[in-house]
């Protein structure tokens, strides 16, 4: 998720995140967004649905969304996903409407949180879809939820990300009981900024440019 300008004449609140942490959510949230608009969900049970999205919030681009599926096809099919920085929760909930068996969507900002409740029920996956509001580093420090271990993982990062933070958060994922052995890890990130650096214990298996966007796939390193 990319960056975006704060309105004039609004200032930051500063609230603290739960799970430790105390970012500063409400910048947090605002500046992801760089285009907002009307989301759906592109294929499967859902599809058409519309979705909510929370303000200044830059969901993934539709067609982006459907080249990361066509290219992910059967693999998504019963798969646990987990989706970190989850905003309007699109990413999750396409994976659900595409034959995803559960999900766990993960954000820190109390807007994007309601809007993935809102989401979940609206496309009829409130009962397979746990939402959690909690910062993604922090989180994945820990102990994994009981969900894991996740066959997909998504993340789509404010594109203003300090790299450490993304760094953290990929470390965090190889921790044992987080992910499956033939896992999928799918990092957004625009295309012009720098690439997503794999931590011990995730190799990259594909690289794919759309437009100004970036979708790396990465993957546990086999025997690790």
Same mark, same amino acid.
């Given at each position: 998720?990319?960056?975006?300008?704060?309105?004039?004449?609004?200032?930051?609140?500063?609230?603290?995140?739960?799970?430790?942490?105390?970012?500063?959510?409400?910048?947090?949230?605002?500046?992801?967004?760089?285009?907002?608009?009307?989301?759906?969900?592109?294929?499967?049970?859902?599809?058409?649905?519309?979705?909510?999205?929370?303000?200044?919030?830059?969901?993934?681009? %539709?067609?982006?969304?459907?080249?990361?599926?066509?290219?992910?096809?059967?693999?998504?099919?019963?798969?646990?996903?987990? %989706?970190?920085?989850?905003?309007?929760?699109?990413?999750?909930?396409?994976?659900?409407?595409?034959?995803?068996?559960?999900?766990?969507?993960?954000?820190?900002?109390?807007?994007?949180?309601?809007?993935? %409740?809102?989401?979940?029920?609206?496309?009829?996956?409130?009962?397979?879809?746990?939402?959690?509001?909690?910062?993604?580093?922090?989180?994945?420090?820990?102990?994994?939820?009981?969900?894991?271990?996740?066959?997909?993982?998504?993340?789509?990062?404010?594109?203003?990300?300090?790299?450490?933070?993304?760094?953290?958060?990929?470390?965090?994922?190889?921790?044992?009981?987080?992910?499956?052995?033939?896992?999928?890890?799918?990092?957004?990130?625009?295309?012009?900024?720098? %690439?997503?650096?794999?931590?011990?214990?995730?190799?990259?298996?594909?690289?794919?440019?759309?437009?100004?966007?970036?979708?790396?796939?990465?993957?546990?390193?086999?025997?690790?």
């Amino acid at each position: 998720m990319g960056p975006s300008a704060t309105p004039a004449g609004e200032e930051a609140r500063r609230t603290p995140a739960p799970d430790g942490g105390g970012d500063t959510v409400g910048v947090n949230a605002r500046r992801r967004g760089r285009r907002t608009g009307r989301v759906r969900v592109v294929g499967g049970a859902a599809g058409g649905r519309r979705l909510v999205t929370p303000p200044g919030i830059r969901p993934t681009a %539709e067609r982006v969304r459907e080249a990361l599926f066509a290219s992910l096809g059967d693999f998504v099919v019963d798969a646990t996903v987990l %989706e970190l920085y989850a905003g309007s929760g699109a990413l999750a909930l396409e994976a659900l409407s595409r034959g995803a068996a559960r999900a766990v969507l993960v954000d820190d900002a109390p807007a994007a949180v309601a809007a993935c %409740e809102a989401n979940a029920a609206a496309t009829g996956f409130a009962d397979v879809a746990r939402v959690r509001r909690a910062r993604a580093a922090t989180l994945v420090g820990g102990p994994a939820p009981p969900e894991a271990p996740f066959a997909l993982v998504l993340l789509d990062p404010p594109y203003d990300a300090a790299p450490a933070e993304l760094g953290a958060v990929l470390a965090g994922l190889t921790r044992p009981g987080w992910l499956g052995a033939h896992a999928r890890v799918v990092v957004e990130t625009a295309r012009a900024g720098p %690439e997503p650096v794999p931590s011990a214990g995730l190799d990259v298996r594909s690289r794919r440019p759309y437009g100004d966007t970036l979708l790396t796939t990465l993957g546990p390193t086999p025997g690790s």
